[in-house]
């Protein structure tokens, strides 16, 4: 199979590459190699493929790179909370107007697979039960009550403690943050595409991913990556609210591996089947913190309070529907991962304007 890898040099596009290349597949490789997000040079790891610089925006591109391929698996987007509002352009630019640029081209070209990297911040809070109410939807959390140290979600008719619960794939969508509602829109521009054209699309939602090559020191890099650069500089872990707040931390191999299970599986006709791409192991982001700064003969973990605006409290995820229709569940464990991200390889830190 010949496949398209967008965001070919990043964290999770570059696995991808290298398992399909693995594999036995032929991999055609895109990256604009964003300053924010890599360094000077391109990643070490890239060199393994003909990576083409260019911006999934640029038609002209994608019309050469998409001749005699067979899918795509589009990884290119611009990621995490960002610095504050004056962001949301670039993120709507990379990576809506981007999907629909890379959609319209797949449609000349008569390319009809799709797998998407979505992820789970379409969930906003997640799941959560009621006691005497059942299954509710919280209120987005006030800034008073984050300030007082009450972090959990409380039901919106009686005002008593939810219990938070596996998030299935057709809970209710509700973004919370500029990223994502991009990331929102794409699947929502997927599936319009899959409609119109009788294309498929696998669109794999996934939770918070960690592991080699993960970005570091750069207000886009994920928690698992701002604690080892803490903890790499003799500084212990800040862990925001309780430290109590749950998340499902899946591998960033298990992911590679989850895309390419949906490039092998038959794809869905004329329609857009979302998949969690999950560990089913949730942990608290105080336990992340614990058992990194273990790892690493660290500080222990400082919990702080706080909360950033866009963070939601809990949000773990159900894998049934991976493995039933893609084989997928995840073979890295908790602890044997974080122990060895202690010491995995990390991109070179981006190359910001001063």
């Known amino acids: 199979m010949r496949v398209l890898v967008t965001g070919a040099a990043g964290f999770i596009g570059s696995q991808v ?17 964003l300053p924010q997000a890599h360094g000077a040079e391109p990643p070490g790891w890239a060199r393994r493929h003909d990576l ?127 990223y994502a509602a991009t990331k929102l829109a794409q699947e929502h521009l997927a599936a319009a595409w ?15 991913v960690y592991g080699p090559r993960m970005p570091c020191d750069t207000p886009y890099a994920g928690v698992a990556s701002i604690f080892r650069s803490a903890l790499a500089a003799g500084r212990p872990p800040r862990v925001l609210e309780d430290g109590r707040q749950r998340r499902d931390f899946v591998h960033v191999t298990d992911v590679a591996r989850a895309n390419l299970l949906a490039l092998a599986a038959a794809p869905p006709v004329a329609a857009l089947v979302p998949v969690n791409v999950c560990s089913g192991e949730p942990h608290t982001v105080g336990e992340l913190a614990a058992t990194l700064a273990e790892a690493m003969g660290g500080p222990a973990p400082l919990v702080v309070g706080g909360a950033r605006a866009a963070d939601v409290r809990h949000v773990v995820a159900d894998p049934g529907r991976a493995a039933d229709l893609l084989g997928y569940t995840a073979r890295v464990a908790f602890a044997d991962g974080v122990s060895a991200f202690a010491t995995d390889p990390l991109r070179e830190p981006a190359a910001l304007p001063a």
């Open 17 to 33: 590459a290298d398992l399909l290349a693995d594999e036995g597949h032929e991999v055609v490789a895109l990256d604009a190699l």
């Open 52 to 178: 083409v610089r260019g911006d999934v925006r640029d038609a002209r591109v994608l019309d050469r790179l998409l001749r005699g391929v067979d899918a795509v698996c589009h990884q290119a987007a611009m990621v995490g909370h960002g610095l504050d509002p004056s962001d949301a352009p670039a993120y709507a630019g990379h990576n809506d107007l981007g999907t629909a640029v890379l959609l319209a081209a797949m449609y000349r070209a008569g390319v009809s697979r799709l797998v998407l990297a979505s992820s789970m911040v379409v969930y906003g809070e997640g799941r959560y039960v009621c006691a005497a109410h059942g299954l509710v939807r919280p209120s987005p959390r006030r800034a008073e009550d984050v300030a007082a140290g009450r972090y959990d979600p409380t039901c919106p008719r009686c005002g008593d403690p939810l219990t938070s619960a596996l998030v299935p794939e057709d809970a209710p969508l509700e973004p919370r943050s500029t």
């Open 194 to 208: 899959a409609r119109q054209t009788g294309g498929g699309v696998w669109a794999l939602r996934y939770h918070n």
